[in-house]
């Protein structure tokens, strides 16, 4: 089992940066793939990024590469999604969540999910 709880959203200008974070515990929770999503009103929820908790590969989606970057801090058993050059298409409810296939973009994939943090981007 892996609990795992989102924090850092907020309001920010177009331009402006923001970090998420995302805690995690559970006994093994470092054998799972972390990853990221988000999801804006009326569409699907999108991966954004990933990363292996051991060894640290990470892949982006195309819409976010550049910008974001995703890492881990293995003493405080969290996962930080820095977001840089936010626009407001950015704007959505962020989620932390954990799964086994790193490969793999679709939400499916993953079997634990946080609650989800609001990320809104004004122009």
């Known amino acids: 089992q892996v609990q795992l709880l989102e924090s850092g959203g907020g309001l920010v200008q177009a331009g402006g940066s923001l970090r998420l974070s995302c805690a995690a515990s559970?006994?093994?929770?470092?054998?799972?793939?972390m990853g990221w999503f988000r999801q804006a009103p009326g569409k699907e929820r999108e991966f954004v990024a990933a990363l292996r908790w051991s060894g640290g590969s990470t892949r982006y989606a195309d819409s976010v590469k550049g910008r974001f970057t995703i890492s881990r801090d293995n003493a405080k058993k969290t996962v930080y999604l820095q977001m840089n050059s936010l626009k407001p298409e950015d704007t959505a409810v962020y989620y932390c969540?954990?799964?086994?296939?790193?490969?793999?973009?679709?939400?499916?994939?993953?079997?634990?999910w946080g609650q989800g943090t609001q990320v809104t981007v004004s122009s």
């Open positions: 969540a954990a799964g086994w296939e790193y490969s793999s973009s679709h939400a499916g994939a993953y079997e634990y």
């Open positions: 559970g006994r093994t929770f470092s054998r799972y793939v």
